[in-house]
C-alpha cells in the first residue's frame, strides 16, 4: 500500500491529494464550460451549476481543488509594471512579524515577573477588573495593587526594551 501511495505520487505528482470525486466534478465543470462557451454563452459560475444542476459552491470548490498551488513568492504585477511578490499583496495586520515578536517578548518579560504582579496584570488587563476588585481577591489595599501594577509595568518596559 506505501508502495502504491508513493508510487501515486511520483505519478500524479500534486503535492495535495483531491479526492477521485471532486477530481471527476471538476472535469465535468471544466467540460460544461467548453460546451457553453462554444455556445457562444457567457460561462459563469451560476450558468454551469445550473447546466451540471449542481449548486455553485461545488463548482467553485471543484475548481479550486485542481487549481495548480501558487507560491507566495510569485510575483505579480501592478499598473506601473513593477514586480511585485504575492506574499507583499496578502497582509495580515493581526498576525505578522512584528505582532508575534511582541507576543513573544510580552511574554517573557511577564515571566520574569513575581507571581503576584503576574496576577495583578492579568486581573486588571485581560479579565478588565479594577483595581479594587483586585485588591479584594488579592488581599491587598487598592493603593497597593496600584503600586505594584505600576512597578510591573515599568519592569515590562524595561525589560522588553532590554531585549530589543
Known sequence: MILGEIKRYLRDGNSLRVSRGIRDTAYRVLKTREQLEAEHKEATIQKIAEAMQVREKEVVYALDAISDPVSLFEPVYNKSGDALLLMDQIFDEKNNDEVW????????????????????????????????????????????????????????????????
Open 101 to 164: 515578536t511582541e507576543h513573544a517578548a510580552l511574554a517573557e518579560a511577564m515571566s520574569r515577573l513575581g507571581e503576584r504582579e503576574q496576577k495583578i496584570l492579568f486581573l486588571r488587563y485581560f479579565e478588565g477588573k479594577t483595581q479594587t476588585e483586585i485588591s479584594g481577591e488579592v488581599g491587598i489595599s487598592q493603593a497597593q495593587v496600584s503600586r505594584l501594577e505600576k512597578n510591573a509595568i515599568g519592569a515590562l518596559r524595561s525589560s522588553i526594551t532590554a531585549d530589543l
